[in-house]
């Protein structure tokens, strides 16, 4: 598979340097040169989903990692549940946060940390993995990648925007990993990043990869659940996606190419609304994120825009066939995780919220009552301080996140500056 950039190189790379690179040299992002269209009868095929994984990614990887490889690394990275809660008798929920980091994130950065390791395997040279968070990414990537040879990690946070177990996830892990305290937003953190990609002298002296949703390795697991939500949950019709930076909804589209009978997708964003404007006719502009209480989708201009005009050929009414759109507000987030406690039994963090917000208003919206998924992106538990005081009662906070409490903090404070950045990667 070749792919190419969104930026209008015409020029075209294999998966592994696509994967390596992250950002194209023209600061575009990379995009498969076709989709494989897989047809409806193969998403009812009777597969694992370690199966479905490594069924639906081969095509991508072709001509530099073998079928045989694939199937392994499928095994290592996806070793873990994926329950599917059915709320009422239309809507469900995807719970995505099983993995050790017990957000979805771990699905992309697991599968992405043992691929790198394996196209390294006959490497000399060191791999220095850069990566922005708004909190769940940086943990994942971190987890995925603790402890590998050859390979560190660096991860750039904006102070006081992450939760207080994010924040620990981030900070504690130590070995080959290194946190980064950005005083500033999310954008801040990732325009730093992308900067850090394009600047000759430092990638000239540094082999560098990212692990942000630009990074295409990203998007690539993230198709799958999707067709296995859809197996398992007999053929739902719509699917809510909460979204920040809309790698997540890109997956989601790139399974419905490869032939996932999906009529609709929901994005579903909170005050930070470029997009539902943008489908409305608005132009797209950078402002500055606003904070809120689902911090990890507080991103003013998504990365993934860019991809999702190019899968829909720039053209809005394209887009609009398959995506609708809403931004919530967090009073709106906070009676929504009340609202599914009292009535549903059921506990939910304020991005999963968010999700299922947008499926809601759909159903107000258009009258239909189809089956419709929401996927649900990180555990309750992760956001403790904020979902306590509204459902006034304590969570109980599963092993691996009532362990990292008791772990000291351990970061780097830097200023929203690239020249910052640059000056400890250049001396680490």
């Known amino acids: 598979m070749r792919y190419y950039s969104t930026g209008g190189d015409s020029s075209f790379v294999g998966f592994k340097d696509a994967l390596f690179q992250g950002l194209a040299p023209d600061g575009g992002l990379f995009m498969p040169e076709n989709i494989p269209l897989l047809g409806k009868d193969f998403f009812k095929t009777d597969l694992t989903y370690p199966e479905l994984a490594a069924e639906m990614i081969k095509p991508f990887v072709s001509g530099d990692l073998s079928n045989q490889q694939i199937d392994e690394i499928a095994e290592l990275a996806f ?40 196209l390294l395997e006959n490497e000399n040279r ?22 590998l040879e050859g390979i560190k990690v660096v991860i750039l946070y904006p102070s006081n925007r992450v939760s207080v177990i994010q924040e620990k996830q981030l900070t504690t892990m130590g070995r080959n990993i290194t946190a980064l305290e950005v005083n500033g937003s999310f954008d ?14 430092l990638t000239e002296s540094r082999f560098f990869s990212s692990a942000n949703s630009i990074n295409i390795g990203r998007l690539l697991p993230q198709s799958v659940y999707y067709a296995w939500a859809w197996k398992q949950a007999e053929e739902p019709k719509v699917f809510s996606v909460p979204c920040g930076n809309f790698g997540n909804l890109t997956g989601g589209l790139l399974a419905k190419r490869m032939g996932l009978p999906i009529e609709k997708f929901i994005a579903a964003t909170n005050a930070n609304d470029v997009f539902p404007k943008y489908l409305r006719g608005c132009e797209v502009t950078t402002e500055r994120a606003k904070q809120t209480l689902s911090n990890a989708m507080d991103v003013s201009v998504p990365s993934n825009l860019v991809r999702i005009k190019k899968l829909y050929n720039n053209e809005v009414d394209q887009i609009k066939s398959d995506i609708i759109s809403w931004s919530f507000s967090d009073d709106e987030t906070k009676r929504t995780i009340e609202k599914l406690k009292e009535e549903a039994n059921y506990l939910t963090d304020p991005h999963t919220a968010v999700g299922v917000l947008g499926l809601k208003k759909y159903r107000v919206e258009t009258g239909s009552m189809q089956k419709g998924i929401v996927l649900s992106t990180a555990h309750p538990g992760k956001f403790a301080e904020v979902v306590e005081p509204i459902i006034k009662e304590k969570i109980d906070l599963p092993d691996p996140l009532q362990s990292v409490l ?23």
């Open 126 to 147: 060191e791999l220095t993995i850069l990566v922005a968070t708004s909190g769940d990414t940086g943990s994942a990537v971190a987890n995925g990648f603790l402890g």
């Open 406 to 428: 008791n772990k000291e903090k351990q970061a780097i404070t830097i200023r929203n500056q690239y020249s910052d950045l640059k000056e400890f990667l250049m001396e680490s």
């Open 188 to 201: 801040d953190c990732q325009k730093m990043v992308k900067q850090a990609f394009l600047d000759n002298e």
């Open 79 to 118: 070793d873990f549940p994926i329950p599917i809660a059915q709320v009422n008798e239309s809507d469900y929920i995807m719970e995505l946060f099983h993995g050790p980091t017990l957000a979805f994130k771990d699905f992309a950065a697991r599968f992405m940390a043992r691929t790198m390791a394996m």
